[in-house]
């Protein structure tokens, strides 16, 4: 009788470690799928720290430890909670990983001595992290040293997004693709100002556009198709992204194109079916290129026929 109950127990013990073996099976672990650091980079000298903020995303990811290094600790040090120590003159990249391998980095330069700051100013004052545009928009940056004396200033641009002219002047372009949800193309471009000495300062510029427009008085997707009447018309909006809100496009930083004149006449932002029925292409150019913005089918008003376009909600995507 003592043997069959150590039976039973040992088979409910096995029941119970198989239940919760199951259950931990049917968590999915979420992993993380991109990590992003709050400089891209950095300008010290020897003996001055800074620290790295990391963010990895998804915000629900299942481990979002991050693991910090140096590619070249004699110049540059990292600990593990993201301060940056400036070793000696020269420069490392500061390399943050997600548990799953996925890896970002900051470029570090180190100069001998602190006689001076450099920063960038917007307007008279010191400039975000980030700055947003659209395709055709432009930014005037200047550079400003904490001495007060007048320096030599050369400006770069990364590839991504935007370009900079000597002076300082920004100019944003269409980019590539969009790798933020919700938007068609979002392009990024670092901008750098540094000084013969090596003294410098960088921030960050997006260029934006969203992956809906205004047709009318209702969204559509880019790319997609819209409906027109024969005879009717419509206007375009398109919309970027200023870091926190949605911003209308001013018409003027693009212009659209129609690919049959004989069916659709574009005149500015507004466009207007003639009375030939068929599928058109709408075209939108954008400094830096020209791109599909959607096809228009075109047919007669009937009352079965549906002339709108399905109403969307545009939502602020999370970067």
């Not at 593990?80 to 890896?103: L, M």
Request: aromatic letters at 6%; a negative charge; one cysteine or more.
């Amino acid at each position: 009788m003592q043997v069959k109950c150590l039976t039973w127990a040992a088979a409910a013990a096995v029941a119970l470690f198989l239940l919760a073996c199951s259950k931990k099976a049917d968590e999915k672990e979420i992993l993380p799928k991109a990590i992003t650091l709050n400089e891209t980079e950095l300008f010290l000298t020897v003996g001055e720290t800074s620290t790295l903020v990391a963010n990895v995303s998804p915000s629900g990811a299942s481990d979002k430890t991050v693991s910090w290094s140096s590619t070249n600790p004699a110049k540059v040090t990292v600990d593990a909670g993201g301060v940056v120590t400036a070793v000696s003159q020269g420069s490392a990249y500061v390399v943050a990983e997600t548990v799953n391998a996925i890896k970002t980095s900051c470029l570090v330069n180190v100069a001998a001595s602190a006689r001076y700051k450099v920063s960038i100013t917007v307007d008279g004052a010191p400039a975000p992290a980030m700055i947003y545009g659209w395709p055709g928009r432009q930014i005037q940056l200047a550079a400003a040293s904490s001495d007060g004396e007048e320096h030599s200033y050369q400006w770069s641009a990364s590839a991504g997004a935007a370009s900079v002219s000597e002076s300082g002047l920004v100019s944003f372009a269409l980019g590539s693709p969009a790798g933020a949800e919700g938007y068609a193309w979002r392009g990024e471009s670092s901008i750098k100002v540094v000084t013969p000495d090596g003294r410098g300062a960088s921030l960050s510029a997006i260029s934006s556009v969203s992956d809906r427009f205004q047709w009318g008085s209702s969204r559509a997707a880019i790319g997609g198709t819209v409906p027109l009447a024969t005879g009717a018309g419509a206007t375009v909006s398109l919309f970027s992204f200023d870091g926190t809100n949605e911003i209308a496009i001013p018409q003027e930083a693009y212009s659209l194109r129609s690919g049959d004149s004989s069916k659709l006449v574009v005149e500015g932002s507004s466009v207007k079916a003639l009375d030939n029925e068929g599928a058109v292409q709408l075209y939108v150019a954008f400094q830096g290129g020209e791109e599909t913005l959607c096809t228009v089918n075109i047919q007669k008003q009937t009352s079965s026929s549906n002339s709108t376009v399905e109403s969307y909600t545009e939502e602020t995507p999370d970067w």
